[in-house]
């Protein structure tokens, strides 16, 4: 019995990978960033929203595993057997999302690895080393070396996270008693909302990426839709649970202290590192750095690998061939690398702008995206399951009443209110 429950799990541990790199995307600006800063703006006022708006998303983004286990294919074959309208649709705003999020998560991982460095290094040419390592990584074809650290990263990563909000709750809330902060609640907080929620957990275009790195693991393990399930749950509930943990962060050590959180690189990164060396002791300063850029890095990784596949995917597709997959790849993440090192160039002194454009942009295609994979999985004829059951039909419709609703208020205050 105990033999059987330990093959089990092991089959169970050595079928982790997609949901865990799409973990390790996730847990880049949304985590680090936009939970920390609405813990420091708002204190715990908003982990409700933060929750809620996972909860929300889970239907899309689950219907990654759903539709490519029930039916073999991928969520972008799924987009073509609707109409090939809404392929190239999916694949215009890829390619948008690609340079723009490739572009905020590299200039991050610039910042973070600035923060070594006795000296002063520009930041495009610490851009450009982190860059350089990205492309000898993939075009190496070391997917599997990929999957490997994104396991490390995300394990490392949650026991220092963890660790500092439990020694900063035991210490205290830096507020003062009796300090009273602002509302989030208002018309004027509106902004702030939608960058807390456009990566949170991850961009929703992430679930065809998903489907992809999946499809591709289909191929080489077997792959049961148990496996599947327990790996992307594990991976979301992971990211989910993070989020809440950065925000008490941000609220136990930054809300009412009277620090603001640094808008440049480099002094961003300062910042975030010494939220976790004030708490758990100087002596660990430089162990955070490096797994904050080891984190920052796997996100950049993944989402570099994850676009351009999906992509290129896109492209073979709506050509009707799939001929040289590799070598169109490797055209694709060459010209995404140049136009995202392009804008970092623009945006290099202002990381925090960078980051905060990329996620509104996020924002307002999550509900493009959301409503595909609704409609896919909830008219396609597979045999499910797990897929489209009442509860999650329910819930997948709820999120999409709130995406649109959201997508609304927003666009009202930034057009008509202002």
């Avoid at 989030?184 to 702030?192: D, K, L, S």
């Avoid at 992307?232 to 809300?255: D, E, P």
């Amino acid at each position: 019995m105990l033999q059987s429950q330990l093959n089990t799990a092991s089959r169970l541990i050595k079928s982790l990978g997609p949901g865990i790199l799409m973990a390790t995307a996730a847990i880049g600006g949304s985590h680090l960033v936009a939970a920390t800063q609405a813990g420091a703006h708002y204190g715990w006022q908003l982990v409700i929203l933060i929750i809620a708006v996972n909860i929300l998303k889970y239907p899309f983004f689950r219907a990654a595993v759903t539709y490519t286990v029930d039916s073999g294919q991928t969520l972008q074959q799924g987009y073509l057997s609707m109409g090939r309208g809404y392929l190239l649709m999916a694949m215009v705003i890829n390619c948008v999302a690609a340079v723009v999020n490739a572009a905020a998560l590299l200039m991050f991982a610039a910042s973070l690895l600035g923060y070594f460095l006795p000296f002063t290094v520009p930041v495009p040419m610490l851009a450009a080393i982190v860059l350089a390592t990205i492309l000898f990584i993939l075009l190496a074809g070391h997917f599997e070396a990929m999957n490997k650290a994104a396991k490390l990263i995300m394990l490392l990563l949650v026991i220092s996270t963890v660790t500092a909000a439990v020694v900063a709750g035991f210490n205290g809330p830096a507020a003062p008693p009796d300090f009273s902060g602002e509302s989030p609640w208002t018309v004027a907080a509106i902004g702030f909302l939608v960058i807390t929620m456009g990566w949170m957990p991850a961009p929703i275009e992430i679930s065809a990426i998903t489907s992809l790195w999946l499809k591709r693991q289909q191929d080489s393990v077997s792959v049961t839709p148990a496996s599947a399930l327990f790996d992307f749950n594990l991976g979301y509930i992971t990211t989910t649970l993070l989020a809440v943990v950065f925000l008490a962060l941000g609220a136990l050590i930054l809300y009412g202290s009277g620090k603001d959180m640094a808008v440049g690189g480099i002094g961003f990164s300062r910042q975030l590192v010494s939220l976790y060396a004030s708490t758990i002791g100087e002596w660990s300063r430089y162990l955070i750095a490096t797994i904050a850029f080891l984190c920052i890095f796997g996100s950049a990784l993944t989402v570099y690998d994850g676009y351009c596949r999906a992509i290129t995917e896109a492209l073979g597709l709506l050509r009707g061939t799939n001929d040289e997959p590799e070598r169109h790849f490797t055209k694709t993440l060459l010209l995404v690398a140049i136009i995202s090192f392009i804008i970092v160039l623009f945006f290099q002194s202002a990381l925090l702008a960078m980051l905060g454009f990329a996620m509104t942009l996020a924002f307002t295609t999550t509900p493009l995206f959301a409503w595909l994979n609704h409609r896919l999985v909830n008219t396609s004829r597979t045999e499910s399951s797990f897929g489209a059951t009442h509860w999650l039909r329910r819930l997948s419709l709820a999120g999409l009443i709130y995406l649109f609703g959201f997508l609304g208020v927003f666009i009202w205050w930034q057009f008509v209110s202002s």
